[in-house]
């Protein structure tokens, strides 16, 4: 795989490093999405998980963003439940639900239902191909990032059975079967590590780790069922590409996990990812340094006007400063959000961020 295009911009990967810049690199996550009309219109009357097993339609809604925007990084179209889907577990895509699991864990016994050992080439290459198909497509205009879901977010979908509130179901099997949640805990992180393996096999540049449910346990849980595995998946990944000679930096984005904030820059990641609920100088004097930082504003922002945009992007970058730092949004873009507000973020995040850096 080392024919593909020669790499144009790489200040993402060097902000992820906490190397020098010319501006602060800028991508949204959920960047492919429903509010571009043209993702809607591929998208239209296609069932979704089968859209994800398509190499040319997720590569084709990964390259609509850069088509129309500046973005430094790229992220493959794809979604955290293949991994549950490759483990034997049914989810649809229910319009105005979201994913559902007709089917999900109630009691530890269930777990006999999951494949333990999952081949990841044979149940996940549809993604691997994706991939690989969009490195070439790309043409070395800006990085590639792979992604997965983490452990504990994953595990809550599976037993929940779809998206909640409270995440009640899930959080019952933490405290009365410690045991069997760490078995599926430890199932999912081996599986996540050979996907993602799989992944920079295939040409991803940086890989994301999304804990979105971090923010529904309280800081013992979080030690205790999402952190450790956390860890393991950044150690064995990285020690895994060591011995393959490749340096591809990690990102780890665990939502409103406020109280892990400095355990998280001691996890083996490049890049920690924050919501918008953290105030940017002090998840800088918090995290000491040790790591770049990702994020963090609040994707209702794209509802100001584009001058206010313009404000608050300046306001951000002066409390993350310019140095590794990536600009980003503290969740996903929601669907009704106005593309041109996405191009004021963009635009505004390279155009203060080189004076600032100018003027240094």
Not at 232 to 243: S, T
Not at 282 to 305: H, I, W
Request: hydrophobic residues 40%; aromatic residues 10%; proline residues 6%.
């Amino acid at each position: 795989t080392d024919d593909f295009p020669q790499l144009q911009n790489d200040t993402f990967l060097r902000a992820a490093r906490g190397e020098e810049t010319e501006h602060v690199p800028v991508w949204c996550m959920r960047q492919a999405g429903r509010y571009l009309p043209e993702f809607r219109e591929s998208r239209a009357g296609k069932d979704f998980f089968d859209t994800c097993r398509s190499p040319e339609a997720c590569c084709e809604l990964t390259l609509q963003p850069l088509r129309r925007f500046p973005f430094d990084a790229a992220i493959i179209f794809s979604d955290i439940l293949v991994i549950p889907q490759a483990m034997g577990m049914d989810v649809q895509m229910v319009a105005g639900k979201g994913p559902t699991f007709p089917d999900p864990l109630k009691e530890p016994e269930d777990l006999q239902r999951l494949q333990a050992k999952v081949d990841v080439d044979k149940e996940l290459g549809y993604v691997f191909k994706a991939i690989t198909l969009t490195r070439h497509k790309i043409e070395g205009k800006v990085p590639l990032i792979g992604f997965t879901g983490a452990p504990w977010t994953l595990m809550s979908y599976m037993i929940e059975g779809g998206g909640s509130r409270t995440f009640s179901k899930a959080k019952r099997w933490l405290y009365r079967h410690p045991e069997a949640s760490h078995m599926l805990l430890r199932m999912l992180t081996d599986v996540i590590v050979e996907y993602l393996l799989g992944q920079v096999a295939a040409g991803a540049q940086a890989l994301q780790v999304f804990e979105s449910h971090a923010g529904i346990l309280g800081p013992v849980e979080f030690q205790e069922f999402s952190l450790p595995y956390l860890r393991d998946i950044a150690r064995c990944v990285k020690e895994k590409l060591k011995d393959a000679g490749k340096d591809i930096p990690m990102i780890v984005f665990a939502k409103d996990a406020h109280y892990g904030l400095e355990d998280l820059s001691q996890s083996h990641y490049e890049v920690v990812g924050l919501d918008w609920t953290i105030d940017p100088r002090s998840a800088r004097e918090r995290t000491g340094g040790k790591v770049s930082l990702q994020g963090n504003m609040d994707p209702c922002a794209f509802y100001a006007p584009k001058e206010r945009i313009s404000d608050i992007v300046k306001k951000m970058l002066e409390g993350f400063g310019t140095r590794g730092y990536i600009a980003n949004l503290g969740h996903g873009l929601y669907p009704d959000m106005d593309p041109e507000s996405v191009g004021a973020f963009v635009e505004a995040v390279h155009q203060h961020s080189k004076q600032m850096i100018k003027q240094k």
